[in-house]
C-alpha cells in the first residue's frame, strides 16, 4: 500500500494474555520505529530498526516487550503476560535511510493499535 | 534526556490565527517538527524546521523558532473547521535518529 499499515487497529485483551501488533512499513523504507502513546500523553519511544543493524531498544519499558522485523519490511511487537498499564495506542512509522541521511528524517505514521487490557 | 513540553488544549474563532506554543531542553536539537494527528489516524508532518533558521513560511503555517529560548511556534492563518486536530511538537538532535515528541496540543477550531 501507499502508507505505514497497522493491525489490527483495535485490540482488547485480559490481564496475562500475550499480544501481538503488527506493521507493514512503507516499501523502500529501511528505517523503522514503534511508539506508545498513552491517552493525554506524548508518543514514548519503543524501538528502532534500521537495515540489517542491530535495533535500539532503549526504549522498551520491560522485558515483557520484545519486537522483531524481517528484513526491511513487517514488524511484530509482542508484549507478553499483559498488564493494565499497557493499555494506550501503539504507533509505527517508518523513514527513508537517505531522507535519514540528509537529517530530515521525516517519519510516516501508521493510524496505531489501540491496545485495551481489562 | 531531551523533554519537549506543549500546552494541551488550544480554542479559536473559524477565520481568526491559531499559535501553538513549544519549548524543548536540547540546545543541540537540529531539527524540530509539527506533526497534525486527526481523529483515528497516524501523525502526518505538517512541516519542519532547521535551527539555523528563524521562520519558515508555508502557505498558512508560519513556523517560529526562539533558539536563544528554545522555544518553538506554530501559527495557523485563517483556523478553519478542518484545522481541529491534535498537533505535536518534536525535536531532533544532530547525527541521531530519536526524535522526542511532546505532549500534543488539542486545537478546537469553533464556527
Known amino acids: 500500500g501507499a502508507g505505514v499499515s497497522q493491525s489490527p487497529s483495535n485490540k482488547v485483551t485480559e490481564k496475562g494474555k500475550d499480544v501481538e501488533l503488527r506493521c507493514d512499513p512503507i516499501s523502500g523504507h529501511t528505517a523503522l520505529y514503534w511508539y506508545r502513546q498513552r491517552l493525554g500523553q506524548g508518543l514514548e519511544f519503543l524501538i528502532y530498526?534500521?537495515?540489517?543493524?542491530?535495533?535500539?531498544k532503549s526504549g522498551l519499558p520491560s522485558d515483557r516487550f520484545s519486537a522483531e522485523r524481517t528484513g526491511e519490511s513487517v514488524s511484530t511487537l509482542t508484549i507478553q503476560r499483559t498488564q493494565q498499564e499497557d493499555s494506550a495506542v501503539y504507533l509505527c512509522?517508518?523513514?527513508?535511510?537517505?531522507?535519514?541521511?540528509?537529517?530530515?528524517?521525516?517519519?510516516?505514521f501508521g493510524a496505531g493499535t489501540r491496545l485495551s487490557v481489562l | 534526556g531531551e523533554d519537549v513540553e506543549q500546552s494541551l488544549f488550544l480554542s479559536v474563532r473559524e477565520g481568526d490565527s491559531s499559535v501553538i506554543n513549544c519549548t524543548y531542553t536540547?540546545?543541540?536539537?537540529?531539527?524540530l517538527y509539527w506533526y497534525k494527528q486527526e481523529p483515528g489516524a497516524g501523525l502526518q508532518l505538517l512541516t519542519y524546521?532547521?535551527?539555523?533558521?528563524d521562520m519558515k513560511q508555508d502557505q498558512r503555517l508560519t513556523v517560529l523558532l526562539n533558539k536563544k529560548d528554545k522555544h518553538l511556534s506554530l501559527r495557523i492563518a485563517d483556523t478553519q473547521t478542518g484545522d481541529s486536530a491534535i498537533y505535536f511538537c518534536a525535536a531532533r538532535g544532530a547525527g541521531g535518529f530519536k526524535t522526542i515528541f511532546g505532549a500534543g496540543t488539542r486545537l478546537f477550531v469553533k464556527a
Open positions: 524546521i532547521f535551527s539555523n533558521m
Open positions: 530498526f534500521q537495515g540489517n543493524s542491530a535495533p535500539d
Open positions: 512509522a517508518s523513514s527513508l535511510v537517505s531522507d535519514f541521511h540528509l537529517a530530515k528524517n521525516i517519519q510516516y
Open positions: 536540547d540546545s543541540s536539537s537540529t531539527y
